[in-house]
């Protein structure tokens, strides 16, 4: 019974320079269709979405790039660690982004995986637009200003 134990009830990776390499304009959350041993692998928080982008085909969401670790537990049913993984997003949504998408700059990237109250592996992605360099400059700058502050009040 110490398995349970091993297994987080809360898991949530997230993707952090997609806060500095995009503008986000809208999220959206997605449920994601896994294999195996990879909702496993997900509770043991073996999850990097560093290199994962969306791209839209056939009016199916799909996330590529996004890396689960192999469960070591798992035998021969061991999933791919880098396969394209399908979402589960409402029909409305999918034509939505995909209009939106069809502006210039625009693309899809994962934001976060976490596991809903339920215990299922939930995805939130993000309709974003690619920052310039003096963009990210702004942000590193505002972030040194935060910090600054911060420190002045303790």
Not at 19 to 26: A, M, P
Not at 31 to 53: C, D, F, H, M, P
Not at 113 to 125: F, P, T
Not at 138 to 152: A, C, G, N
């Amino acid at each position: 019974m110490s398995d349970k134990k091993d297994f987080s009830k809360s898991v949530t990776v997230k993707n952090k320079k997609a806060r500095f390499e995009y503008e986000w304009l809208d999220t959206y959350q997605a449920g994601l269709v896994l294999q195996g041993t990879e909702i496993k692998a997900i509770r043991l928080n073996k999850v990097s979405l560093q290199e994962a982008y969306c791209y839209i085909h056939r009016g199916e969401v799909f996330v590529k790039g996004m890396h689960i670790g192999l469960y070591e537990l798992g035998t021969h049913y061991n999933h791919e660690e880098k396969r394209e993984r399908k979402l589960l997003l409402k029909k409305q949504e999918i034509e939505k982004l995909k209009k939106r998408m069809e502006e210039k700059g625009l693309t899809l990237i994962p934001t976060k995986l976490y596991i809903n109250s339920r215990g299922l592996a939930k995805i939130e992605i993000a309709l974003a637009k690619g920052k310039k360099l003096h963009d990210k400059r702004d942000s590193i700058k505002e972030k040194d200003v935060k910090r600054e502050l911060s420190k002045m009040k303790l």
